[in-house]
């Protein structure tokens, strides 16, 4: 007897082609055991109709499967699940009589902090107002080319690349490109042994804060400023002292001659988008000098600086190795690629290479050498170009919305970015306003995460732009100024 197709049915979402799909049923039903080695598939036409899909469809999956081994093919017989097919192992059924396990809270020495999280729901795709920051725009992004780049760094020219486990070491290629290309637009020169990749902006942090942090050392941070940090302090056990920035940015005469490490986002302050003057910058960088402190730029959004040309960056102008510089592809690629880089000294870069080692060895290969391919291609220069140019619009829309419905933006930014740092008006909880929004399918992001725990702010929230369509921008805030309308009514 054929194995009935009533067992098999297709998941309620997926962004998977139908084939993908069938594929994934069937594979995943021998894996669990539902569907024994041997036993015969259901004919291509009665799974179609049970499926509600073409026979051709069915029948291209089967072939698919065989090819990886989980069915076999049998001459005027159909299909049968192989012999060699993998499998799951079988365990005794769990005795649910047994004691309760261990009381993981007990045991736990630490466990993250879930303060400091931005309020962002998972499903934000849902919305049809989504002002939210770092998540990409799938119109804006080369999937042609980000594929291409894919299919060629798996290619049999790039396997041992792709294979081998390289422990230390990076894509060459990718340091050579970034290097040579990303750089030198930020006025830096370095060396191969002074950059290091990472998974990500995030990941780069947690391993300078590891590495150059412990008790009775100074660390400063900006106040607001980007709450990943702060949550990387919180699970360290580590308490920084927090320095509120002005409309220049992060004031270098208030920082303590005892500091230790200075943490900085002076390109486009995170969140208010400002943006530190080279006066400033300079001054900072001798005040470095002088007491002996070291700076962790953090340039994480520079490419976004379309409406004027960025300001040099803080390690363009450090010339004694002073500056720890932070890079990330996640804005101006897509957010889950999780790569960045850090350039520095290279003492730091060996000792950073050695705890990324320990955690997982090395970024992915593949990952590495599309991105490098990616770059070297010229794909990622026009990307970069093409997020300007709807940036750009986007951002004169915004504006202009912002103005007519009286909101209001607080700082004043420089360059560009790809949000505005927005202040409510006196009694209005930008907390509770985020979540009345949501009703009305509008995602804003309140303000209190980012600011230090001894100082709490429900005043102030966030209007990005880099995932909502130009034409949905005039309604949704419409919709937010209603809101604040209505809240500052209520109070």
């Known amino acids: 007897m054929a194995i009935p197709p009533e067992i098999f049915l297709l998941p309620q979402r997926s962004d998977a082609t139908l084939q993908q799909q069938i594929q994934q049923i069937v594979a995943e039903a021998i894996v669990s055991r539902h569907c024994a080695a041997g036993e015969k598939m259901p004919s291509s036409r009665k799974l179609a109709d049970h499926l509600g899909v073409s026979r051709i469809t ?7 499967l065989v090819s990886n081994g989980y069915l076999i093919s049998r001459d005027r017989s159909g299909y049968f699940v192989s012999d060699t097919a993998p499998t799951q192992p079988w365990f005794a059924e769990a005795d649910t009589s047994a004691p309760a396990g261990i009381d993981w809270d007990r045991k736990l020495a630490r466990r993250p902090q879930s303060r400091g999280d931005i309020l962002r729901p998972p499903n934000w795709t849902d919305y049809r107002y989504p002002f939210i920051y770092g998540q990409s725009d799938p119109d804006l992004f080369d999937h042609t080319n980000w594929r291409n780049c894919s299919l060629r760094a798996v290619g049999r020219k790039d396997f041992d690349t792709l294979t081998h486990d390289h422990y230390q070491n990076d894509d060459p290629m990718l340091v050579e490109f970034i290097l040579r290309y990303i750089l030198p637009r930020r006025g830096i020169r370095a060396n191969p042994d002074e950059i290091l990749i990472t998974m990500g902006g995030q990941n780069a942090l947690w391993m300078i804060a590891q590495l ?3 008790e009775g050392q100074k660390a400063i941070v900006e106040n607001p400023c980007f ?3 702060r949550k990387i302090f919180d699970q360290m056990r580590y308490i920084a002292a927090s320095i509120d920035v002005d409309n220049d940015g992060l004031p270098p005469d208030r920082i303590p001659a005892d500091a230790d490490v200075v943490f900085t986002t002076p390109s486009h302050h995170a969140p208010t988008n400002v943006t530190m003057p080279l006066e400033r910058r300079l001054e900072m960088l001798e005040k470095a000098n002088r007491d002996d402190f070291v700076i962790v730029e953090d340039d994480y959004e520079f490419e976004m600086s379309f409406l004027s040309a960025p300001a040099p960056a803080l390690k363009s102008m450090d010339q004694i190795g002073t500056v720890i510089y932070l890079g990330s592809f996640s804005k101006s690629i897509f957010p889950g690629l999780r790569l960045g880089y850090v350039v520095a000294a290279k003492p730091l870069i060996q000792e950073m290479r050695e705890l990324r080692t320990v955690v997982f ?18 794909h990622y220069d026009s990307q970069i170009n093409r997020m300007a140019r709807v940036f750009s619009k986007r951002r004169a829309i915004m504006e202009h919305c912002i103005r007519e419905f009286g909101l209001t933006p607080d700082g004043r930014d420089m360059h560009g970015g790809s949000s505005f ?3 409510a008006p006196e009694g209005v909880d930008t907390t509770q306003l985020a979540v009345d929004l949501r009703k009305q399918s509008v995602l804003i992001e309140p303000g209190n995460a980012f600011y230090a725990h001894r100082s709490p702010d429900t005043s102030h929230y966030r209007l990005a732009y880099s995932s909502i369509n130009a034409n949905l921008v005039h309604d949704g805030i419409a919709l937010v100024a209603e809101a604040i309308a209505k809240a500052t009514q209520s109070h």
């Open 212 to 214: 150059l942090l412990s």
């Open 227 to 229: 709450p990943g940090l």
């Open 421 to 423: 740092w927005m202040k």
């Open 361 to 378: 060895r090395h970024p992915p290969s593949h990952i590495q050498r599309t991105t490098a391919y990616f770059l070297s291609l010229g």
């Open 58 to 64: 069915i029948t291209l999956a089967y072939a698919e």
